[in-house]
């Protein structure tokens, strides 16, 4: 089950939604485990990648984001009110709320990615698609983005992601790691965060649950 190596934006998700919109997820991804088994190749790809791509291009004065989504929508119409409200959220962080705005920054295109392995529940969480921002000339920051639109990051979700971000990228100072709520436009860095020390066992028992929903679901899919 794709569960069983996921990427961290899309755990957090489920394990922040309301009942209804996890139930909703895990049977859509229960229905596309079914098509990958059935040989069927996996529809269209991930839109979100292609904004973050555009949106690193307009940190860098590469591209315009407001041109860039345009662009976008053009080739994908479903997308257009995502992408709009992508392209606001990232956009009114960048220019209105962002903690380094004296400073100069260019996104610096470095291997920055990580994961970490749950063996307790042969799991694994990618952490990827981050970038990384040279701030000055002796600061980083290396942030990661949500995308969801549902459920926002809260500060709990956000604590949970900056642990297995600084977890599993490491050998940058604790503070220059950010996880981003792209649409909300809001950036939580670790000094924002009560963190407990607790992060991996509250990590683990939420991933399980989400682990035993998927089970019961995925039986009601099995053939008689």
């Not at 004296?102 to 392995?117: F, P, Q, R, T």
């Not at 290396?142 to 500060?155: N, R, V």
């Amino acid at each position: 089950m794709s569960l069983k190596k996921i990427h961290l934006r899309k755990v957090l998700t489920l394990m922040f939604a309301e009942d209804a919109k996890k139930v909703s997820i895990l049977r859509a991804d229960i229905r596309d485990e079914i098509r990958k088994q059935a040989g069927a190749k996996a529809e269209g790809g991930d839109f979100h990648v292609p904004f973050w791509h555009d949106a690193k291009a307009h940190v860098n004065g590469e591209k315009d984001l407001h041109f860039a989504v345009i662009e976008r929508i053009a080739t994908n119409k479903g997308r257009e009110r995502l992408y709009r409200a992508l392209r606001d959220g990232f956009l009114d962080w960048w220019d209105n709320k962002r903690r380094w705005t004296n400073e100069a920054s260019k996104s610096e295109m470095l291997a920055v990615k990580g994961a970490i392995d749950f063996q307790e529940l042969e799991c694994t969480v990618k952490v990827e698609n981050l970038f990384a921002l040279a701030i000055g000339h002796s600061k980083n920051r290396i942030i990661y983005p949500y995308f969801s639109e549902e459920p926002p990051l809260t500060a709990d979700g956000a604590r949970l992601g900056l642990w297995a971000i600084i977890t599993s990228v490491g050998k940058y100072p604790l503070d220059e790691f950010r996880i981003l709520d792209v649409i909300r436009g809001q950036s939580f860095a670790p000094s924002d965060l009560a963190f407990s020390g607790h992060e991996r066992d509250e990590f683990v028992r939420r991933y399980a649950s989400l682990l035993e929903m998927w089970e019961k679901l995925w039986k009601e899919y099995e053939p008689a």
